[in-house]
Each structure stands twice: as structure tokens, then as C-alpha cells.
């Protein structure tokens, strides 16, 4: 299909957020990362520094016997799961010597250590990470070695600390892990919604596009119905003048085929004008003269009307007397006298014997007038569709009847628009009731 500007700008618009959206989550969810990583780090090395200053302390501030040493730091390591170690060093003839440390394996090892020798030296600590995060991604552990000193404040040896943090780090890492597999499944979610959001928005777009066609196809047949009325005017005009031998004699072959011309002129003329009422009914442009109406007398006009069309199919035709003298209705005369005439003609036309029957009844402040008939009727499967525009039940016994399927949809929307309703009630090959529902004036 080619792609108009408003779906173009639709495409895009689509695009950049199927783009964009997951790339924001992202880029958000590695930023939290990355902080979360750097303020973890920062936690490491303050615990690391405040144990060393209070080992410092606490391991005396007088030299003393290592044994005591020991005593002291077995103790203190017993005290928090996260002291790796504790070592504490003398100097000696090369390098320095652990003289006691929480690990037995550490004591009495001779280290040579630049660090050492640099932390002795210039009496200040230091501190390292002493894992390297991409070789043992699941170990956090920090490092720090400062001097010991006497009360006299002489330096007499070194302590090496040893915190590891990585239970804290490893849950933190399966949390974020966690996160990551939550944040997948919601941007997926995500971007099948915006899928199905521009499924819905091209609905949109062509059901507006639909409306549109449909506006200029009934703005076609508005005008074509229009511009058709007068040349059927005319034709008819003629035809009546040459039937009434007003512009000569004609024989009889020829009256026959006039006739059948002006018949079918007729039922062309019907259409043409049923047309013309959907196409108003449609665009809201067919006027309501809403007034107190005596419907009783309308009927009497319309039996009038069709009395001819009746007799020539030998159906009795009767009003039944009301059980009351009737209210009237609030109603457009005219609209009214289509409704019934359209109820009326279509009895006539789906009856082949037998009688069609006007009925009154109130209800509830309104006034049912019934079109009874005696016809062919319709099962309640036909009947489902009845009132669509242009439906025309199809079966033997409608074959050879004329109609365009227009004039009940007409009468629904003509009720519809004087606040009534059209209701039926029909049993195949027994006969059909319907019934156009109306509000009366109030008292
Ligand atoms: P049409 O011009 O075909 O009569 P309508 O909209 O008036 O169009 O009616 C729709 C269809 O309903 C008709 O084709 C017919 O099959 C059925 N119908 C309408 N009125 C009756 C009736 N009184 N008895 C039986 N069938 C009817």
C-alpha cells in the first residue's frame, strides 16, 4: 500500500519509540549499576579504614608479647564474619616477619614487601581493592596496612587487614541480575504494546479514510438522486400525456409497451426517491415538523391510497376500532404518513390472500399502531437482518417481487427520529404484524 504522509509520519514516530524506549531503560538500568558499584566500593574501603583504626587501638598501644598478640586477634576475628585477616608484623633483618595473624598458615612467614617497607617508612596507611573485578568477578575484598605505635608513639610494627565484603557484593550482583531479567520481560511487553498500539492507530487512520469514502459516496447519491428527479418528471409526464392520447392515437402494442415503460418508470422513480431519503436520513438533512398528529386519520388516508393496489389483489383492507378515543401523537405528519405507507405498502406486497388490518393500542403514554397482514411471512432466521439498509429477504417466494430493501430501514430511522420505535412479529406462510411505537401529547 503507498504510504501517505500521515502514515509516514506515523512510521517514524513508531520507530523512534521502538528505538528509544528500550535504549532509556537500558542506558538507565547501567547508570544505576555503575553508581551502585562506585558507592559499594566507597562502603569497602570506610569499613576497611574504621576496622584498622580500631584494631589499632585496640591491639595496644604498647609493644607486647606475641602471644598476647594472638590472644587479642583471635578474639577480634571472632567478633565479625568479615575480617579475612588480621596479621600483625614485626620488622626483621630482611623485610618483616608475621608474628601473629588469624591465619596459622600466615604466622611466622618473612615478608619482603616495597608496600611495607613504604607504609613503615613513611608512616602512613594504605589502601587497596585486592581483587580484580574482571578475574573474580564475585570477590570484593579491600586491603590495608598501617604502622602500630607505642604509647611513646614509637613505631614497633604492622598491621594488615584484610576485609571481604563478597557475600554483600554477590547479592548485590544477583539483585541487579534479577533486575536486568525483570526489565527484559517489561521492554518486551513494552515494545508488543506499541505494536499493537500502531496496529490500532492504522485502524484509525483507515477507518477515518472509510468514513470519508462513505461521506462522498452519500454526497454521489445525494446529487445523482437529486439530478435523476427531473428527467423522471419529464418521462413520466410524457409517458401519462401519450397513454391519455393526448398526442395521438396510438394502438394498442404500443399503449402495452408505454404502460410497461411507465411502470418501470415508476418503481425507478420509487428507488430515486428512497435514495434520496437514506442519503438524508444519513446526513441528518431530512426535516422534523414535530406536532400533535391524528395518526387514525393518516391511516384512513393511506388505505385511501392504496386501495386500488389492494383491490387488484383482492385483500380487504380495514381499520379495526379503537378501544378508546385515540390520543394524538407528537409527530411530523408527513414522516408519519411514510412510515405507515411504507408498513402498508409492504403488507400489501407480501400478502397474496387475505386482509390487512390497521390495530391501535396504548401503552405507557405511547400509541402502537399495527400493520396486520395475512401474507407470506418470514422465519425468525430471515427475519435477523431486517431492518439493515438494502436487505431483501431472497427465497421462491419473494423472487418476483419488486423492492430495494430500503423501505423498512427508512421507517426504523423515520420512528427513531420522532422518539418511537418499530417493532414486528411475523410467522411464515401466517402472516407478519408490525408495529411503529409513538410517544402521544402530553394531556
Ligand atoms: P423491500 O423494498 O424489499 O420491500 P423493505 O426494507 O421494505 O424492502 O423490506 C425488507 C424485506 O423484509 C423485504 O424484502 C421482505 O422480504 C421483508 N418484509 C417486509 N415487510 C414484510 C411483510 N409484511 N411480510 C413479509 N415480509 C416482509
Keep these: 500500500m503507498e504510504k501517505t504522509p500521515e502514515r509516514k509520519i506515523q512510521f517514524t514516530y513508531s520507530i523512534i519509540l521502538i528505538i528509544l524506549i528500550p535504549i532509556l531503560i537500558f542506558a538507565n538500568f547501567f547508570w544505576q549499576t555503575f553508581t551502585q558499584r562506585k558507592i559499594f566500593n566507597a562502603e569497602l574501603r570506610q569499613k576497611t579504614e574504621t576496622t584498622r583504626n580500631i584494631l589499632t587501638g585496640a591491639l595496644g598501644s604498647a609493644e607486647t608479647d606475641s602471644k598476647i598478640i594472638q590472644e587479642k ?4 576475628a571472632k567478633t565479625d564474619g568479615h575480617l579475612k585477616e588480621i596479621t600483625v608484623l614485626k620488622p626483621a633483618k630482611s623485610g618483616f616477619l608475621a608474628v601473629a595473624s588469624n591465619r596459622p598458615e600466615g604466622i611466622g612467614v618473612a615478608l619482603e614487601s616495597s608496600q611495607n617497607t613504604n607504609v613503615w617508612v613513611n608512616q602512613k596507611s594504605d589502601f587497596a581493592f585486592i581483587t580484580d573485578t574482571a578475574q573474580t568477578p564475585t570477590q570484593r575484598l579491600g586491603q590495608t596496612t598501617s604502622v602500630l605505635k607505642d604509647s611513646a608513639g614509637k613505631k614497633w610494627g604492622l598491621l594488615v587487614l584484610k576485609i571481604d565484603l563478597s557475600d554483600i557484593w554477590r547479592q548485590t550482583e544477583s539483585n541487579s541480575k534479577q533486575t536486568l531479567a525483570i526489565l527484559i520481560v517489561i521492554t518486551l511487553l513494552i515494545l508488543l504494546l506499541l505494536i499493537n498500539h500502531f496496529r490500532f492507530v492504522e485502524y484509525a487512520i483507515s477507518y477515518r479514510r472509510l468514513k470519508e469514502v462513505d461521506e462522498s459516496k452519500d454526497e454521489f447519491i445525494s446529487v445523482a438522486s437529486h439530478e435523476l428527479k427531473t428527467p423522471l418528471a419529464a418521462i413520466r ?12 392515437k396510438i394502438d394498442l402494442v404500443a ?5 410497461k415503460i411507465l411502470s418501470n418508470t415508476q418503481r425507478l422513480d420509487i428507488l430515486v426517491s428512497e435514495l434520496l431519503d437514506v442519503s438524508r436520513l444519513d446526513q441528518e438533512r431530512m426535516p422534523f415538523d414535530l406536532q400533535p398528529v391524528d395518526a387514525a386519520k393518516i391511516v384512513g388516508q393511506i388505505i385511501k391510497e ?23 401523537v407528537f409527530a411530523d405528519p408527513d414522516r408519519l404518513h411514510q412510515a405507515i405507507h411504507n408498513l402498508t405498502t409492504n403488507a400489501i406486497k407480501y400478502t397474496n390472500r387475505g ?19 395475512t401474507g407470506i411471512g418470514m422465519s425468525e432466521a430471515d427475519s435477523r437482518r431486517l431492518f ?3 436487505y431483501r429477504i431472497k427465497n421462491e417466494k419473494t423472487a418476483d417481487i419488486p423492492g430495494t430493501g430500503l423501505g423498512l430501514w427508512i421507517a426504523k430511522e423515520i420512528a427513531k427520529r420522532m422518539n418511537g420505535e418499530i417493532t414486528f412479529t411475523s410467522k411464515e406462510n401466517v402472516g407478519s404484524e408490525f408495529s411503529l ?7
Excluded: C, N, W
Excluded at 399503449?255 to 404502460?259: E, G, K, P, T, Y
Excluded at 386482509?355 to 397482514?373: C, E, G, N, R
Design 437 to 443: 411505537i409513538l410517544p402521544i401529547i402530553k394531556e
Design 388 to 390: 439493515e439498509k438494502f
Design 306 to 328: 392504496v386501495g386500488e393496489e389492494a383491490a387488484k389483489k383482492k385483500l380487504k383492507i380495514t381499520q379495526e376500532k379503537p378501544p378508546q378515543v385515540l390520543p394524538q
Design 237 to 248: 409526464g410524457y409517458l401519462e400525456m401519450m397513454l391519455e392520447g393526448l398526442t395521438g
Design 355 to 373: 386482509s390487512i388490518t390497521f390495530k391501535y393500542q396504548m401503552a405507557d403514554k405511547k400509541l402502537k399502531i399495527t400493520v396486520k397482514d
Design 255 to 259: 399503449r402495452d409497451h408505454l404502460a
Design 73 to 76: 586477634i583471635d578474639q577480634i
